[in-house]
């Protein structure tokens, strides 16, 4: 089943409140939170206090995607602001830990992988994971061009037998999300 899980970072921060509403209210599955630290990626996003608000303030479940240097830091902050789903990079140091310590605290554990990481990177871990995230960009910046060439990832895991929910990060729109 496809869901569309729309990403914060698209939405205008002057109005992110009424941005986020209109989709919350269309009945949406997720809601997408990027958290950059301009160190893992070239860019600086959100923190923890943006998890808490939108938390308080609508229903809809957080897929809270850190692209930060040391996620292991921030684990525990952003479930406790409202994170279900924590989605780390396998690239991130420490990474078998962040799911030791997910498992720990009872949130959703995701991993994603930047495009240029082999897919069998993540085949250790399958059984532990709630969602695989697929880059379909360098991940940084929002607007970029979609790459098609990461959907073999997506077969790979569903060859494996991944059973948890495969989600696709950037470059989506109303073409390539049929790929």
């Known amino acids: 089943m496809t869901k569309i899980v729309p990403s914060v970072l698209a939405a205008d921060i ?6 986020v509403a209109r989709i919350d209210d269309i009945g949406i599955d997720y809601l997408h939170v990027d958290i950059m630290d ?3 990626v070239p860019n600086i996003s959100y923190g923890p206090a943006i998890v808490k608000a939108l938390y308080s303030a609508f229903s809809t479940p957080l897929d809270v995607h850190l692209m930060i240097q040391k996620p292991m830091q921030y684990i525990k ?9 924590i989605t780390v990079h396998v690239e991130a140091e420490g990474f078998e830990e962040m799911l030791d310590l997910m498992d720990d605290i009872g949130v959703k554990k995701g991993a994603s992988l930047k495009p240029g990481t082999d897919i069998s990177t993540l085949y250790p871990y399958l059984d532990r ?3 695989i995230l697929v880059m379909t960009v360098e991940p940084g910046f929002g607007g970029q061009k979609f ?3 990461m959907m073999p990832k997506i077969k790979a895991l569903k060859d494996k037998g991944f059973k948890g929910i495969i989600s696709v990060d950037g470059g989506i729109n109303a073409n390539t999300g049929k790929v």
């Open 129 to 131: 994971l709630d969602l």
């Open 77 to 85: 902050t952003f479930a406790d602001a409202g994170a279900d789903i």
């Open 38 to 40: 301009g160190v893992f």
């Open 147 to 149: 790459m098609e060439n």
């Open 14 to 19: 002057l109005y992110l409140e009424d941005d």
